[in-house]
Nanobody
Framework: QVHVVESGGGLVQAGGSLRLSCTAS????????MGWFRQAPGKEREFVAG??????????YYADSVKGRFTISRDNAKNTVYLQMNKLQPEDTAVYYC?????????????????WGQGTQVTVSS
């Protein structure tokens, strides 16, 4: 059984930083993608960042709203991805979800994800 676990959320002031972690376990993953989505109250889940993980390279993808502020990275040996979030703003407040998708180049499409974590709350105060 696959488990996806996020951690690192919390409360931070505007302009601050947080780093989220996401670890997938329970099977061997090859040529897959991992992505971060977020959902604020009353809003739909939206793509934040993703990374395709293949034998040769890891291509990264970002939503326009977080480009230049957020960085996604990976540790293949640990099946873990990180989301470094800098210059946080109140509009970044949401529950952040991590998922695993078997189609490594389809990280933008939540309906294609195979596994999801339970989410971690990020709250940015003004």
């Amino acid at each position: 059984q696959v488990h996806v676990v996020e951690s690192g959320g919390g409360l931070v002031q505007a302009g601050g930083s947080l780093r989220l972690s996401c670890t997938a376990s329970g099977r061997t993953f090859n040529n897959y993608g991992m992505g971060w989505f977020r959902q604020a109250p009353g809003k739909e889940r939206e793509f934040v960042a993703g990374i395709s993980i293949t034998w040769s390279a890891g291509r990264t993808y970002y939503a326009d709203s977080v480009k230049g502020r957020f960085t996604i990275s990976r540790d293949n040996a640990k099946n873990t991805v990180y989301l470094q979030m800098n210059k946080l703003q109140p509009e970044d407040t949401a529950v952040y979800y991590c998922g695993v998708v078997s189609q490594s180049d389809r990280v933008h499409s939540p309906e294609l994800y195979d596994y999801w974590g339970q989410g971690t709350q990020v709250t940015v105060s003004s």
